[in-house]
């Protein structure tokens, strides 16, 4: 079956770092895929879509200079949460979206839980 | 706008009974609907999904759903559930309006416990 990775898995960082998170779609070729943040107990909110080769396309109220997306292969999509702060403590979770089956089914990623200190 | 309501937010069911997991959707045209699960921590898992065609969709795990266009509903059902079943549900819709056509909209999710 499809599979999606992330890495890392945990990340702790101090406020005012950048932090990167990778999203591999490992055995399809995904030209979206999505980024997604969980907050304790909660569903999944959707931050922004990741097209590759163009620029993401962010959600409302989503500051795009703040999480920066970048998807520059067919396989790979990067999240940088630049000058991190407690705040953006939470769970982050990719998922790819393939689309040989013609409908896109979206394959999430295990999530990488961030905690700024 | 396209919804997705699950309004159970947590169940509680013996290991060897029947689930039934409620999800009711808002959507002017046939929906692509899905059932995820997540265990603590983890990322989400897809469990069976609809597009179109027959309205009952066997799944992973044992799991099945049933589409029904009159009810606007897709709810999950098993008919014995094991101890390693417990965890968070989730139901989507596919979005196809707006600047992320295809992404999926989330309910809140259901909390499944099993007890012994």
């Known amino acids: 079956g499809a599979v999606v990775s992330q890495h890392p898995s945990r990340v702790i960082c101090k406020s005012g770092t950048s932090v990167k998170i990778e999203c591999r779609s490992l055995?399809?070729?995904?030209?979206?895929m999505f980024w997604y943040r969980q907050f304790p107990k909660q569903s999944l909110m959707l931050m922004a879509t990741?097209?590759?080769?163009?620029?993401?396309?962010?959600e409302q109220g989503v500051e795009k200079d703040k999480f920066l997306i970048n998807h520059a292969s067919l396989t790979l999509s990067t999240l940088t949460v630049t000058s991190a702060h407690p705040e953006d403590s939470s769970f982050y979770i990719c998922s790819a979206r393939d689309v040989s089956g013609g409908r896109g089914t979206q394959y999430f990623g295990p999530g990488t839980r961030l905690l700024v200190l | 706008a396209q919804s997705v309501t699950q309004p159970d937010i947590h169940i509680t069911v013996s290991e060897g009974a029947s689930l039934e997991l409620r999800c009711n959707y808002s959507y002017g045209a046939t929906p692509y609907l899905f059932w995820y699960v997540q265990s603590p921590g983890q990322g989400l898992q897809l469990l069976l999904k609809y597009f179109s065609g027959d309205t009952l969709v066997q799944g992973i795990k044992g799991f099945e759903a049933e589409f029904k266009r009159s009810q606007s509903s897709f709810n999950l059902r098993k008919p014995s559930v094991h101890w390693s079943d417990a965890a968070e549900y989730f139901c989507a819709v596919g979005r196809t309006h707006g600047g992320s056509q295809g992404n999926l909209i989330f309910g809140k999710g259901t909390k499944l416990s099993v007890k012994p």
């Open positions: 990741s097209n590759e080769g163009s620029k993401a396309t962010y």
């Open positions: 055995d399809f070729q995904a030209t979206t």
